[in-house]
């Protein structure tokens, strides 16, 4: 049986976070990521830009904060 190792210090301490903490580092880099990608790579104007980037952004936090959830629950399951 192979051992499981240890995740890294930084997944710990991002796991261990509130969810509402999370979000509130998540949020703002996905709306700032995501409209810049909308705006430099696919050509859109600023604001259309930026509307797309927020209604993206909000989707990718949930999948982040969802998988984080999900991840940590199997991970504690494991134990």
């Known amino acids: 049986?192979?051992?499981?190792?240890?995740?890294?210090a930084?997944?710990?301490l991002w796991e261990e976070l509130h969810p509402g903490l999370q979000?509130?580092?998540v949020a703002p880099l996905a709306v700032i990521v995501l409209w810049a990608i909308h705006v430099a790579f696919l050509?859109?104007?600023t604001l259309r830009?930026?509307?797309?980037?927020?209604?993206?952004?909000?989707?990718?936090t949930g999948i982040v904060i969802?998988?984080?959830r999900s991840e940590r629950a199997k991970r504690q399951?494991?134990?």
């Open 10 to 12: 930084l997944v710990v």
């Open 43 to 45: 050509g859109q104007p």
């Open 77 to 79: 399951a494991r134990k």
């Open 1 to 8: 049986m192979a051992t499981r190792r240890k995740p890294p």
């Open 66 to 68: 969802a998988a984080t």
């Open 23 to 25: 979000v509130l580092i």
């Open 49 to 60: 830009g930026l509307s797309y980037g927020v209604f993206w952004g909000a989707i990718l």
